[in-house]
T-cell receptor
Framework: GAVVSQHPSWVICKSGTSVKIECRSLDFQATTMFWYRQFPKQSLMLMATSNEGSKATYEQGVEKDKFLINHASLTLSTLTVTSAHPEDSSFYIC????????????FGPGTRLTVL | GNSVTQMEGPVTLSEEAFLTINCTYTATGYPSLFWYVQYPGEGLQLLLKATKADDKGSNKGFEATYRKETTSFHLEKGSVQVSDSAVYFCALIISNDYKLSFGAGTTVTVRA
């Protein structure tokens, strides 16, 4: 149980285009989903927290107009990288928390974004 | 603020060797501590966790003890296998703040 999927697993796009990444909890309902960014050989950096039915909370330094997050249902959150540039190339990872009192997050396999 | 410091890698070991990855933390509150593992090409998986002082988390032969006095949560395994090759992340979460703070990760390679 507690499986989180991401789609696509990798994407290559041209500079200036927008890319949408989906994060789904497959066998549980996630009240909260998190989006991370991981640079090569570095740790995960929390970008934003997404609660179902409400606006995402962004970490300091993360542009909310650049990284649009929508948590449309208890099993789906999407991250849209708008007007992508090469510096947005990275590994994006989502995670999901089962309930508001749980301290355990379940992670998706990640999405590799390459912007040409 | 909250932060996690773990030993830098990469770490290369032979099979059946003893593995230790050091992890220390600073936290404004009373954290829960975690070790996550990322196998090649896969997402992070929870390896073990401990929620209070002196708790020992264990899984797949790995152990870590929550040491409040030294603010540490070192990961150990007595006899590693090639399949343990992965990146290991130490992390913490504060009980009233759901955000995970990760260490930089330690790459472990086990050779046959």
């Amino acid at each position: 149980g507690a499986v989180v999927s991401q789609h696509p697993s990798w994407v290559i796009c041209k500079s200036g285009t927008s890319v949408k990444i989906e994060c789904r909890s497959l066998d549980f309902q996630a009240t909260t989903m998190f989006w991370y960014r991981q640079f090569p050989k570095q740790s995960l950096m929390l970008m934003a927290t997404s609660n179902e039915g409400s606006k995402a909370t962004y970490e300091q330094g993360v542009e909310k107009d650049k990284f649009l997050i929508n948590h449309a249902s208890l099993t789906l959150s999407t991250l849209t990288v708008t007007s992508a540039h090469p510096e947005d190339s990275s590994f994006y990872i989502c995670s999901a928390r089962v309930d508001r009192v749980s301290d355990t997050q379940y992670f998706g396999p990640g999405t590799r974004l390459t912007v040409l | 603020g909250n932060s996690v410091t773990q030993m830098e890698g990469p770490v290369t070991l032979s099979e059946e060797a003893f593995l230790t990855i050091n992890c220390t933390y600073t936290a404004t509150g009373y954290p829960s501590l975690f070790w996550y593992v990322q196998y090649p090409g896969e997402g992070l998986q929870l390896l073990l966790k401990a929620t209070k002082a002196d708790d020992k988390g264990s899984n797949k032969g790995f152990e870590a003890t929550y040491r409040k006095e030294t603010t540490s949560f070192h990961l150990e395994k007595g006899s590693v296998q090639v399949s343990d090759s992965a990146v290991y992340f130490c992390a913490l979460i504060i009980s009233n703040d759901y955000k995970l703070s990760f260490g930089a990760g330690t790459t472990v390679t086990v050779r046959a």
